[in-house]
């Protein structure tokens, strides 16, 4: 449908898609106040729960997915509604910038300022300083990942409490892991859609995708630096029955690394942080789902962390599939596994 809407000129492909996914606005909340406002120019949307609590609250901020091309305040409404009043927390939900308009760091440079902002007036929405979480699912806990690094040395603001990486995109090296080719065609999220995200985000175009598919934009000597952290044999047994093939990548391509190198920054790539970086980390929250591109990224990001000494709760969903608590309560029709995932992250918070 979209491609047909291009071909006619009528619109992009893009702005087809993020109309379909845009969300309706919901009405009023009788348990939240919700407001629209801006955080160092970034405009988000704040829930806070209307009963008196005891003391200050969690609070929690949201990034939304959708391969930092798709999303948006509407589209995230009913799940950010839903953390905030199980969790009885002060939820921050950020719209930051798109690709491929905005290329990055622009979405991470948003999430971060937003946060800081946050960290810096917590007493202005009733939050403990001690509390704070960021949190985001697919592209968002990417963001989370990016900027709970970023803030992991920061002596000037309050420490975040914990980061919620639900299913999160971390690497761009290797589009080959087990959960690559298990689930290379497995909706909502098909391997090359997740290198055309990538891709969009990081040069605000797709080309050299086949390229990089492939594996031939990371030259050797990064390849074997990046081995230890980046491989199949960091995946537990258990996730490989489904079957993989032991590839190779093809032949390194200079011109095409020129063109991406940036893939190997830690802000768009957190898996490739270093360890310095990676024991400073709040204590953790990973959900995978078995039928996920994505879910070897978070296998090898559980790992990093509790090598480092993270603690980490890791909630494994047998029969989720990319994208599904987006889907929760989603024009009437829910995944039941998707609810059990958000409410282990409900459970999650109210542990902290």
Request: charged share 25%; with cysteine; proline share 6%.
């Amino acid at each position: 449908q979209g491609r047909i809407l291009e071909k006619t000129g009528l619109c992009s492909h893009i702005a087809f898609g993020r109309y379909v996914r845009q969300g309706r606005k919901l009405g009023l909340d009788p348990k939240l106040f919700i407001q629209d406002l801006q955080f160092n120019e970034v405009p988000v949307r704040v829930y806070q729960p209307k009963a008196t609590s005891d003391g200050p609250r969690t609070g929690i901020l949201f990034f939304h997915g959708g391969g930092w091309v798709f999303g948006s305040l509407d589209t995230y409404e009913k799940v950010c509604r839903y953390l905030s009043r199980e969790s009885d927390s002060v939820v921050v939900s950020v719209q930051y910038r798109l690709a491929p308009e905005h290329k990055y760091p622009a979405a991470y440079e948003d999430c971060l300022n937003a946060t800081q902002h946050f960290l810096q007036h917590l007493e202005h929405y009733g939050v403990d300083p001690a509390r704070v979480t960021v949190c985001g699912d697919s592209a968002g806990g990417n963001l989370a990942a990016a900027v709970s690094q970023t803030l992991a040395g920061s002596s000037e603001l309050p420490k975040l409490r914990a980061q919620i990486l639900i299913y999160p995109g971390l690497q761009a090296l290797d589009f080959n892991l087990p959960s690559y080719q298990q689930n290379r065609g497995v909706p909502l999220l098909f391997r090359e859609r997740a290198a055309f995200f990538a891709l969009l985000y990081l040069k605000g175009n797709a080309l050299y995708m086949k390229e990089v598919l492939e594996g031939a934009h990371i030259p050797p000597d990064m390849r074997l630096k990046y081995r230890k952290w980046v491989s199949p044999d960091n995946i537990p047994e258990e996730f490989k029955v489904r079957g993989v093939k032991p590839l190779n990548p093809t032949d390194f391509v200079a011109e095409v690394y020129e063109t991406v190198k940036r893939v190997c920054e830690p802000n768009l790539c957190p898996l490739l942080a270093e360890d310095s970086v990676v024991h400073q980390l709040p204590e953790s929250y990973i959900l995978t789902c078995e039928y996920d591109v994505l879910r070897d990224d978070g296998l090898l990001y559980k790992k990093r962390l509790e090598d480092n000494g993270v603690q980490v709760t890791w909630y494994h969903l047998e029969d989720g599939f990319h994208g599904i608590i987006s889907l929760f309560d989603y024009c009437g029709f829910s995944f039941p596994s998707g609810k059990r995932g958000l409410d282990s992250i409900v459970t999650f918070i109210k542990s902290l």
